[in-house]
């Protein structure tokens, strides 16, 4: 707390009042003990007490210790700890005591160990081997996992520690143990385990907290999830070790001999036969006694001897010496008799010391363990370890004393050894249990057998964590319940899991077995347990109801009950009033810390309660009880939780901390009424916690699973209670959470910051919850359910009645009635109990701190909710009274869960305008709708109609017109509207306020109101339309302005049809999906595009039932313009995609057809669906026509080409079928003319002249002109006018040209807007483009050199998105050109056809280029400079290298188009030049096989430009008659790159380029100045082209040729072009050469 008021001198007073520690001696209340207060300069954060030790963890992460240090041979006073030193410089966080050793955490993660380690529960320490019996100093002992590759360092959050086993809990909820004994949970059979290994048993489960008996452990695990669970149990329930089912399976493990068992406890293995274990090899060092609470500094001196007994005692000395190892002979059926005399010799000569209280009888089953399990230490446990100390410090005692202790001595007999070691050994033969000690022999012995005792077992619950929702007694983190919004707090969804020895009962599974690997405890599965402890011999469980479950040992009554059995879990008998909140076991006792009738919290004991004459045997004996297994039956002792009166003098006790037979509690003064603040609210909410679990199971629980609740309660009010059972058991959980993380927030004040308390980092969380269960309350309420509920409780609780009127808090239980809405409503108090405990820790700081903005912010927050809950409450009670006022068939149609009363017109203050002199009108105004009744008589709730408006669609506007003399409003409705007139002015003003408030609650206002008239205009909601039209029963969701539909929204008709899209003015408008079903097809028409006017217009996407697809565009819902239909399934009659112009839902104009199906492509005209005008026909065995289509078919003058050349012109009266004159050509010039007739497919029938041309004969014009391609075809120019049409609309133009300008731009922005704003799949780099494109270049202006780029850059990215119409208009064009010339229309008869085609692209596009921007010049025009003045001023300079620029439409828009239709333009000229091709690359291939000198001599260039050097990585080579591909290296590549360009001038620079190349190899090579000429050049250009290789260098040159800007045919690149395509010449025509 570090920003209170009082500032730094106070804190460290603050400081001083914080961490108290108060120790005592657990001697039971009877002898009101006096707890010794321990004064620290720092506050103590924790204590954690071992058998005869203690450790206390400080502020600063320090570590002191006290008590009987036998490590050090040390005895400290609590009142003087030590500090130790070797953990200074490290920060820890959590301490931990064993029975003899200690351990502390580090805020890293690691833990360090020091104490006794003969089993190895000090792990294999860095200072020692692992023969050191006790490692003095803290010495870190890693947790590493080696499951991971490389292995990985395991943080640490949490330690436990038994007597010989430690335990650890990692921060991945994962357990981890080292030491020796059964109580490990690992699967071995070799002890000690040095180093910490992973219990694989708890793999997979979130553990949240450990504890540890002496020879048990306890874990506290979150429970798997509902679907899992059955299968992991059933997974546990084969892997638990039970009594009988499983005995045969664990045979080889558990085998019945003497060698593998003892009964004296001593497993006999073959590691223990072979090597003794270090603690029986080493005595146990001098000790000096006096550490706590109150003892002799006296020491007594340890003596050794080399052949004794290990154990014997002499004048009060014990002597401890090497223990002979016990080796058991297999093949004998009893132990050797030598063996049973020192047995029998070693007890007898312990037993004098062995005190009995009444009724108890000293025998050998006193030190017999019944908990054998696979250890190899639990002999040594009790010769050598438990009894050392114990009976030092008892011959210690009496020498004090002065006095002689009298002792009652039972020696064992030697027969009755041997009838016990007999009959142990025959059970086992008998039956295989899975434990070592037989049941029923246990049985048999029950009365007379003790344990050994026990260590204390806690490690510390406590950890350093920031937040207090994670308790430090419960793992690292806690796990989240499944809501989302509840991460991070505590899990009341736990299992206890148990193993170890379960010799009293200990682990809680209705035996005495031992358990060797982790079992859940089911009797406590649902429990809601948040706590585990474990004592000695006994183990304790805290739930969240504040109630402790506890089982093993209760011979002192440290259980807290006199219940049996004690081997399973039984709730301690509590007083009533008392919520325990924590718990601590020790060796024979039980401290609890619990909530009493004030704030303060008190103490609780369970245990020995000595009597005053006692006291002095009590004294002398202290020691003597931890010698046995388990404790003698004390002589008087509580039979219930007993309440310690010291506690409440020791302030505001945060957690208590039992070990050996002290107790220990840290404490806080109230300092400023911070403690007391925090304390109360965790107190409060315990209590509530309690309060809503006692109604969850004495009502809500048995009425809910009541079978008669449905029929008393009726269908609707069933389902509410049924959710108000849900709620409130949501409610229950948030509650119990929270109390649970407020417990663990006390725990560990100190470390905490009061800002992560729950309430205020889950506050949305508590509000939702809160308003869920008030929500479900009020709605039960208003209709009607509490009085039905009432009387079925009555008869369903019957005898609990009385209980559950305890619980009811209102005035009106005290007649002894049940109060039922009352109780439920009682949460809401809790909410203001929030606010006021929240405001009282806000004045704990100052007003400028974060804690006070936090803490003041929450409190208004649980304030305002608790006043709107509040007043909820009051609106379903006022409803109720209303519905109950007006009974009725009537009124019952109108009554609604969540519907409440605003106002009513009983009294005929509203009327309908214009009403009828004796009509009835009453309006109800609820809120969520007005009700308008007609006929009506409020007083007896009768009416003949009604009429419900939502006010979600309804509107509200005051009339202002006083010519009329009305108090009018008027109501607009989506389907209607009306006005109604007030009595007066004030009923008006009434009415129009509530209307307003309710409407803007509604709506989602802030629930106050708005002014008169000021309701939403524009708003979202829901509507079902009831009245004739086209929405009729169709359910509408979306926007809505003044009463019509209006905005984005889905409306849904019962048929099944949907749209999802704009609406504007009450009908489809704008981009929208609407979805058609078709029951015929049982598929739906799908379309996804533009609306107007609530009609299909603009451009889409329909997708038919019938699987056709159009995508196109739409006028008044008919296909009208450009569009593609593709068609349905291939197994139709006719499969295919048509491309072009439809015109009314009809294919008429120019159009393409593919027909797959017949493998034909039709490029021509079309006139209502049908074929008709010129056209051209191409098929798929390559065959071309072109001519007129009439009615569908061919019919008319038409030319056929056949694959071969051979060409057909004549009349044809159907598709392929010739009837009339004609003539047949041949590709070798031969003519038949005459009268054709026949298909052309099948044969054709002639009756003409065969002419056969001669030798120099001239060519017949005539024929020729006959059989020349291209005069039946559509002219390019007329192709793909729909397109074009189509971007001028886009534009806002209606024709090409007609429209403004101004609007164009408009309408490019805002489809850019509304594309970046309604397409959220968009990429990065689209966003950008489309970014960019946002904004308006400068049109207006002229274009000049200066400004060009702009616009050619502009125009570049605008070609990059289709939401750009320039965009849109180049990929249609390329989606067309594709569909003509891919596939079937791959045809070189095409090529010209296509050039021209592209031709005309360019003329349309730059008339829409030149429309957006008209300053750019014409066509083949100069583009002009910039004026003089503003060119001298930036390029003054550069005006020598200035050059003119002329505009042309191909070097403008050519780059935008052609690298897209380059593929399919490439093909058509690849084709056309296919035999040329072949000749050229034959010739090519023969040229390339010669050297560079024979190639250079053979071309006939001049041997003054051949190289003779050439450079090798820069390294210069001389040229040799054989050298290859050496010279002129560089202008070889740089040509070869002509076929990665796409555009004619790209094409162009590449020759440019390559001659540049050439000109700088050669020039070195020549004198003076150098100048070419064709002579030189030509031979030395065609060696280029040869070593260039470059395949379909004639499709190159007829590209270029065809496409080329015209400007520049004439100039120096004309000139190089011409050069290059006379090399293609000359390599074709080698002889020529």
């Known amino acids: 707390m570090e920003n209170r008021k009082e500032g730094p001198v106070r804190e460290q007073t603050l400081e001083q009042e914080r961490g108290l520690l108060h120790i005592w001696h657990?001697?039971?209340?009877?002898?009101?003990?006096?707890?010794?207060?321990?004064?620290?300069?720092?506050?103590?954060?924790?204590?954690?007490?071992?058998?005869?030790?203690?450790?206390?963890?400080?502020?600063?992460?320090?570590?002191?210790?006290?008590?009987?240090?036998?490590?050090?041979?040390?005895?400290?006073?609590?009142?003087?700890?030590?500090?130790?030193?070797?953990?200074?410089?490290?920060?820890?966080?959590?301490?931990?005591?064993?029975?003899?050793?200690?351990?502390?955490?580090?805020?890293?993660?690691?833990?360090?160990?020091?104490?006794?380690?003969?089993?190895?529960?000090?792990?294999?320490?860095?200072?020692?081997?692992?023969?050191?019996?006790?490692?003095?100093?803290?010495?870190?002992?890693?947790?590493?996992?080696?499951?991971?590759?490389?292995?990985?360092?395991?943080?640490?959050?949490?330690?436990?520690?038994?007597?010989?086993?430690?335990?650890?809990?990692?921060?991945?909820?994962?357990?981890?143990?080292?030491?020796?004994?059964?109580?490990?949970?690992?699967?071995?059979?070799?002890?000690?385990?040095?180093?910490?290994?992973?219990?694989?048993?708890?793999?997979?489960?979130?553990?949240?907290?450990?504890?540890?008996?002496?020879?048990?452990?306890?874990?506290?695990?979150?429970?798997?999830?509902p679907k899992?669970?059955?299968?992991?149990?059933?997974?546990?329930?084969?892997?638990?070790?039970?009594?009988?089912?499983?005995?045969?399976?664990?045979?080889?493990?558990?085998?019945?001999?003497?060698?593998?068992?003892?009964?004296?406890?001593?497993?006999?293995?073959?590691?223990?036969?072979?090597?003794?274990?270090?603690?029986?090899?080493?005595?146990?060092?001098?000790?000096?006694?006096?550490?706590?609470?109150?003892?002799?500094?006296?020491?007594?001196?340890?003596?050794?001897?080399?052949?004794?007994?290990?154990?014997?005692?002499?004048?009060?000395?014990?002597?401890?010496?090497?223990?002979?190892?016990?080796?058991?002979?297999?093949?004998?059926?009893?132990?050797?008799?030598?063996?049973?005399?020192?047995?029998?010799?070693?007890?007898?000569?312990?037993?004098?010391?062995?005190?009995?209280?009444?009724?108890?009888?000293?025998?050998?089953?006193?030190?017999?363990?019944?908990?054998?399990?696979?250890?190899?230490?639990?002999?040594?446990?009790?010769?050598?370890?438990?009894?050392?100390?114990?009976?030092?410090?008892?011959?210690?005692?009496?020498?004090?004393?002065?006095?002689?202790?009298?002792?009652?001595?039972?020696?064992?007999?030697?027969?009755?050894?041997?009838?016990?070691?007999?009959?142990?050994?025959?059970?086992?033969?008998?039956?295989?249990?899975?434990?070592?000690?037989?049941?029923?022999?246990?049985?048999?012995?029950?009365?007379?057998?003790?344990?050994?005792?026990?260590?204390?077992?806690?490690?510390?619950?406590?950890?350093?964590?920031?937040?207090?929702?994670?308790?430090?007694?419960?793992?690292?983190?806690?796990?989240?319940?499944?809501?989302?919004?509840?991460?991070?707090m505590p899990s009341l969804e736990t299992e206890v899991?148990?193993?170890?020895?379960?010799?009293?009962?200990?682990?809680?599974?209705?035996?005495?077995?031992?358990?060797?690997?982790?079992?859940?405890?089911?009797?406590?599965?649902g429990e809601e347990m948040i706590k585990v402890a474990a004592g000695s011999h006994h183990s304790l469980a805290l739930t969240a109801q504040c109630q402790v479950y506890s089982w093993g040992s209760n011979m002192c009554g440290q259980l807290g009950h006199v219940n049996s059995p004690v081997t399973v879990p039984q709730l301690a008998k509590l007083s009533d009033g008392l919520r325990v909140w924590d718990i601590s076991a020790g060796q024979s006792q039980s401290l609890l810390l619990a909530d009493g009738d004030c704030v303060q919290p008190v103490l609780l004991y369970c245990g020995q309660q000595l009597q005053p004459a006692s006291v002095q045997s009590e004294r002398l004996n202290q020691g003597q009880r931890s010698c046995q297994r388990s404790p003698n039956r004390a002589e008087?002792?509580?039979?219930?939780?007993?309440?310690?009166?010291?506690?409440?003098?020791?302030?505001?006790?945060?957690?208590?901390?039992?070990?050996?037979?002290?107790?220990?509690?840290?404490?806080?003064?109230n300092v400023n009424g911070f403690i007391s603040a925090v304390h109360e609210l965790a107190s409060r909410e315990r209590q509530f916690f309690c309060w809503l679990s006692s109604m969850r199971k004495l009502l809500l629980t048995p009425l809910r699973n009541r079978e008669s609740v449905c029929p008393s309660l009726g269908e609707p009010c069933t389902h509410l209670f049924f959710s108000l059972c849900e709620s409130f058991i949501r409610l229950c959980v948030l509650i119990g959470r929270h109390s649970a993380s407020l417990s663990y927030f006390l725990h560990n004040m100190q470390g905490q910051d009061v800002t992560s308390l729950l309430l205020l980092t889950h506050t949305e969380h508590f509000v939702d919850i809160y308003k869920e269960y008030f929500s479900s309350v009020s709605d039960f309420q208003v209709m009607g359910g509490f009085q039905a509920l009432h009387k079925l409780s009555l008869e369903c609780l019957g005898s609990k009645q009385t209980t559950l009127t305890q619980l009811c808090v209102s005035d009106k239980s005290v007649s002894g009635e049940v109060d039922l809405d009352s109780m439920l409503y009682w949460p809401l108090q809790q909410l203001h109990q929030y606010s006021r405990v929240l405001l009282?820790?806000?004045?704990?700081?100052?007003?400028?701190?974060?804690?006070?903005?936090?803490?003041?912010?929450?409190?208004?927050?649980?304030?305002?909710?608790?006043?709107?809950?509040?007043?909820?409450?009051?609106?379903?009670?006022?409803?109720?009274?209303?519905?109950k006022a007006h009974p009725g068939k009537s009124t019952e149609v109108l009554r609604l869960p969540k519907r409440r009363v605003v106002c009513e017109s009983r009294n005929r203050s509203l009327t309908l305008q214009n009403a009828g002199r004796f009509s009835n009108h009453w309006f109800i105004l609820f809120n969520d709708a007005l009700v308008h009744t007609q006929g009506a008589i409020p007083s007896q709730s009768l009416f003949s109609t009604h009429s419900v408006y939502p006010l979600t669609c309804l509107w509200v506007k005051p009339v202002t017109d006083d010519s009329t003399g009305l108090y009018a409003i008027k109501i607009t409705c989506p389907e209607e509207s009306f006005t109604i007139v007030a009595s007066t002015p004030q009923e008006k003003n009434k009415w129009l306020r509530s209307l307003n408030q309710t409407l803007d609650h509604v709506l989602g206002g802030g629930s106050q109101g708005s002014s008169p008239g000021l309701t939403a205009m524009s708003r979202t909601a829901s509507y079902k339309f009831t009245g004739e039209g086209r929405f009729k029963d169709a359910r509408y969701s979306g926007g809505w302005l003044a009463g019509q539909i209006h905005g984005s929204g889905t409306m849904k008709w019962p048929d099944g049809r949907v749209y999802s899209g704009h609406f504007k003015s009450g009908q489809e408008d704008g981009f929208g999906q609407c979805m058609i079903p078709h029951k015929a097809l049982n598929k739906p028409d799908i379309y996804q595009g533009h609306w107007k006017d609530g009609k299909i217009h603009g451009f889409g996407k329909y997708k038919y039932a019938s699987s056709e697809v159009y995508e196109g565009c739409f006028c008044d819902g008919k296909r009208h313009g450009y569009g593609m239909l593709s068609s349905g399934k291939l197994d139709k009659k006719s499969s295919?995609?048509?491309?072009?112009?439809?015109?009314?839902?009809?294919?008429?104009?120019?159009?393409?057809?593919?027909?797959?199906?017949?493998?034909?492509?039709?490029?021509?005209?079309?006139?209502?669906?049908?074929?008709?005008?010129?056209?051209?026909?191409?098929?798929?065995?390559?065959?071309?026509?072109?001519?007129?289509?009439?009615?569908?078919?061919?019919?008319?003058?038409?030319?056929?080409?056949?694959?071969?050349?051979?060409?057909?012109?004549?009349?044809?009266?159907?598709?392929?079928?010739?009837?009339?004159?004609?003539?047949?050509?041949?590709?070798?010039?031969?003519?038949?003319?005459?009268?054709?007739?026949?298909?052309?497919?099948?044969?054709?029938?002639?009756?003409?002249?065969?002419?056969?041309?001669?030798?120099?004969?001239?060519?017949?014009?005539?024929?020729?002109?006959?059989?020349?391609?291209?005069?039946?075809?559509?002219?390019a120019g007329q192709r793909w006018v729909c397109v074009f049409d189509e971007c001028w609309s886009r534009l806002g133009c209606d024709a090409p040209g007609r429209g403004e300008r101004t609007t164009a731009w408009e309408n490019i922005a805002v489809t850019i807007a509304t594309a970046r704003r309604q397409s959220p799949d968009l990429s990065r780099s689209q966003s950008k483009v489309l970014e960019s494109l946002e904004f308006i270049p400068h049109y207006e202006e002229q274009v000049t050199t200066a400004n060009y780029d702009n616009i050619r850059r502009y125009l570049m990215k605008a070609c990059e998105t289709p939401h750009h119409p320039l965009g849109w208009l180049v990929e249609t064009l390329v989606t067309v050109y594709r569909m003509t010339y891919v596939g079937v229309g791959s045809n070189r008869r095409l090529l010209r056809q296509a050039v021209n085609e592209i031709h005309a692209f360019l003329t349309h596009f730059f008339n829409i280029v030149r429309f957006l921007f008209p300053g750019l010049p014409d066509d083949g025009c100069v583009?002009?400079?910039?004026?003089?003045?503003?060119?001298?001023?930036?390029?003054?300079?550069?005006?020598?290298?200035?050059?003119?620029?002329?505009?042309?439409?191909?070097?403008?828009?050519?780059?935008?188009?052609?690298?897209?239709?380059?593929?399919?333009?490439?093909?058509?000229?690849?084709?056309?030049?296919?035999?040329?091709?072949?000749?050229?690359?034959?010739?090519?291939?023969?040229?390339?096989?010669?050297?560079?000198?024979?190639?250079?001599?053979?071309?006939?260039?001049?041997?003054?430009?051949?190289?003779?050097?050439?450079?090798?990585?820069?390294?210069?080579?001389?040229?040799?008659?054989?050298?290859?591909?050496?010279?002129?290296?560089?202008?070889?590549?740089?040509?070869?790159?002509?076929?990665?360009?796409?555009?004619?001038?790209?094409?162009?620079?590449?020759?440019?380029?390559?001659?540049?190349?050439?000109?700088?190899?050669?020039?070195?090579?020549?004198?003076?100045?150098?100048?070419?000429?064709?002579?030189?050049?030509?031979?030395?250009?065609?060696?280029?082209?040869?070593?260039?290789?470059?395949?379909?260098?004639?499709?190159?040159?007829?590209?270029?040729e065809d496409l080329m800007d015209p400007n520049v045919q004439h100039g120096e690149l004309g000139l190089m072009f011409t050069t290059l395509k006379a090399c293609y010449i000359q390599i074709q025509h080698e002889s020529t050469i």
């Open 636 to 669: 008087s002792y509580t039979v219930r939780p007993t309440l310690l009166p010291f506690c409440m003098e020791m302030g505001y006790i945060s957690s208590v901390c039992c070990g050996g037979s002290s107790c220990a509690v840290l404490a806080d003064q």
């Open 1423 to 1600: 583009i002009p400079e910039l004026p003089a003045s503003q060119s001298e001023s930036r390029h003054s300079s550069s005006f020598a290298e200035q050059c003119v620029v002329v505009l042309s439409c191909s070097s403008l828009l050519l780059p935008l188009l052609l690298p897209r239709l380059y593929p399919p333009l490439f093909t058509l000229y690849c084709l056309q030049e296919e035999q040329e091709e072949a000749q050229y690359w034959e010739r090519v291939l023969r040229l390339n096989k010669q050297p560079d000198q024979s190639l250079l001599s053979f071309l006939g260039v001049q041997e003054k430009f051949w190289p003779v050097w050439m450079s090798i990585l820069g390294e210069k080579k001389q040229i040799v008659s054989s050298s290859k591909d050496a010279c002129f290296v560089s202008a070889v590549e740089t040509l070869q790159q002509i076929s990665t360009t796409f555009t004619p001038s790209d094409k162009l620079l590449v020759i440019q380029k390559t001659f540049e190349e050439l000109t700088q190899e050669v020039k070195p090579m020549q004198e003076g100045e150098f100048l070419w000429c064709m002579d030189d050049l030509l031979p030395l250009f065609l060696y280029v082209s040869v070593r260039a290789r470059i395949r379909n260098l004639g499709a190159e040159v007829s590209l270029i």
């Open 1136 to 1275: 295919g995609v048509f491309i072009g112009q439809w015109v009314h839902d009809k294919k008429t104009g120019y159009g393409v057809y593919d027909d797959i199906t017949r493998g034909e492509k039709y490029m021509g005209l079309w006139s209502d669906e049908q074929r008709h005008g010129s056209a051209v026909v191409v098929t798929q065995n390559g065959v071309y026509f072109e001519g007129t289509f009439r009615d569908n078919k061919m019919s008319g003058p038409g030319l056929l080409v056949s694959d071969d050349d051979t060409a057909l012109h004549g009349e044809f009266s159907d598709d392929w079928t010739v009837n009339g004159k004609g003539v047949l050509s041949f590709a070798n010039g031969d003519c038949l003319d005459g009268m054709f007739s026949g298909e052309w497919t099948t044969g054709l029938k002639v009756v003409g002249t065969y002419t056969k041309p001669a030798n120099g004969e001239p060519e017949n014009k005539e024929k020729k002109h006959l059989t020349r391609q291209g005069q039946y075809v559509v002219p």
């Open 840 to 883: 009282k820790l806000a004045a704990c700081y100052d007003v400028l701190t974060t804690e006070y903005q936090s803490l003041h912010q929450g409190c208004s927050q649980y304030e305002t909710l608790s006043l709107s809950l509040i007043r909820r409450k009051k609106e379903a009670e006022t409803t109720f009274l209303f519905w």
């Open 228 to 488: 899992n669970y059955n299968t992991q149990r059933l997974e546990k329930r084969e892997k638990s070790q039970s009594p009988q089912p499983f005995a045969s399976e664990r045979d080889d493990l558990f085998a019945a001999d003497s060698g593998h068992y003892c009964p004296l406890g001593v497993e006999l293995t073959k590691v223990m036969s072979d090597v003794t274990p270090p603690r029986r090899r080493s005595p146990r060092p001098r000790l000096q006694h006096g550490g706590m609470p109150a003892g002799s500094s006296s020491c007594t001196k340890l003596e050794h001897h080399e052949h004794t007994d290990p154990l014997t005692q002499v004048d009060g000395s014990l002597l401890s010496h090497s223990m002979p190892v016990w080796r058991a002979n297999k093949d004998s059926a009893s132990l050797d008799e030598m063996e049973l005399q020192n047995v029998v010799q070693k007890n007898s000569s312990f037993s004098c010391d062995h005190i009995t209280g009444p009724g108890d009888t000293d025998s050998l089953s006193s030190y017999t363990s019944e908990d054998s399990c696979v250890s190899s230490t639990p002999s040594t446990d009790l010769l050598t370890s438990s009894f050392k100390e114990e009976l030092a410090m008892k011959s210690q005692t009496n020498n004090n004393s002065g006095a002689d202790m009298p002792y009652s001595s039972s020696p064992a007999c030697l027969e009755e050894v041997q009838l016990f070691l007999a009959a142990e050994k025959q059970a086992l033969k008998g039956q295989k249990s899975s434990s070592l000690t037989n049941i029923n022999q246990r049985g048999k012995a029950a009365n007379r057998r003790r344990s050994l005792p026990g260590t204390p077992t806690r490690g510390s619950p406590r950890r350093q964590r920031p937040c207090p929702c994670i308790p430090f007694s419960v793992g690292r983190k806690q796990a989240a319940a499944p809501e989302d919004a509840g991460e991070g």
């Open 497 to 525: 899991w148990s193993w170890g020895r379960g010799s009293e009962g200990q682990l809680g599974h209705g035996d005495q077995l031992a358990r060797l690997q982790p079992l859940c405890i089911k009797t406590l599965t």
């Open 26 to 225: 657990s001697a039971g209340p009877g002898l009101q003990p006096c707890p010794e207060r321990v004064l620290f300069s720092r506050p103590v954060l924790q204590a954690a007490l071992g058998e005869h030790h203690g450790l206390l963890l400080t502020q600063g992460g320090l570590v002191y210790s006290f008590g009987e240090l036998l490590w050090r041979d040390v005895s400290i006073p609590v009142s003087a700890p030590v500090l130790e030193a070797s953990l200074l410089g490290k920060t820890m966080v959590l301490v931990a005591a064993g029975g003899f050793h200690c351990g502390a955490l580090s805020d890293q993660g690691n833990i360090y160990m020091w104490g006794e380690n003969t089993a190895g529960q000090c792990g294999l320490t860095e200072s020692g081997a692992a023969s050191n019996i006790t490692v003095s100093e803290p010495c870190p002992v890693p947790v590493v996992d080696r499951d991971v590759v490389p292995p990985a360092m395991v943080k640490v959050v949490d330690l436990a520690f038994g007597r010989e086993h430690s335990l650890a809990l990692s921060a991945q909820n994962e357990l981890w143990a080292w030491g020796s004994g059964c109580q490990l949970g690992l699967v071995t059979s070799t002890f000690p385990v040095w180093k910490p290994h992973k219990v694989e048993h708890l793999a997979g489960r979130h553990v949240l907290q450990v504890a540890c008996g002496a020879y048990h452990s306890l874990a506290l695990v979150q429970s798997l999830p």
